[in-house]
Nanobody, 122 residues
């Protein structure tokens, strides 16, 4: 099947930066959109950013101008560069990818990463 491995979370001071990575591995035929979501304590999971195969991006209003999503199609990897971090960005960040595997082709299925903690101290 398909596995997602996230790296890059941690503790940072307000105003600092972090870069998250999410690599997809397995019997992948094609990946459509890739994205990041986050869930803060006591809150629902929310969309942070998405990127299509062609590179079109979409951002939550709360992160526009501070976060940048990108992808390396050759490496099946999506990145989230987070700058000017605020305490309200503290959350567990999850990557989400839409994948057609060898067993599911031509259908696509959504996969989630295990989550990585981002903590911003004020």
């Amino acid at each position: 099947q398909v596995q997602l491995v996230e790296t890059g979370g941690g503790l940072v001071q307000a105003g600092g930066s972090l870069r998250l990575s999410c690599a997809a591995a397995g019997s992948i035929v094609e990946i459509r959109f890739m994205g990041w979501h986050r869930q803060a304590p006591g809150k629902q999971r929310e969309l942070v950013a998405t990127i299509t195969t062609g590179g079109s991006t979409n951002y939550a209003d709360s992160v526009k101008g501070r976060f940048t999503i990108s992808r390396d199609n050759a490496k099946n990897t999506v990145y989230l560069q987070m700058n000017s971090l605020k305490s309200e960005d503290t959350a567990v960040y999850y990557c989400n990818v839409d994948v057609a595997s060898r067993s599911s082709w031509p259908s696509y299925r959504g996969y989630w990463g295990q989550g990585t903690q981002v903590t911003v101290s004020s």
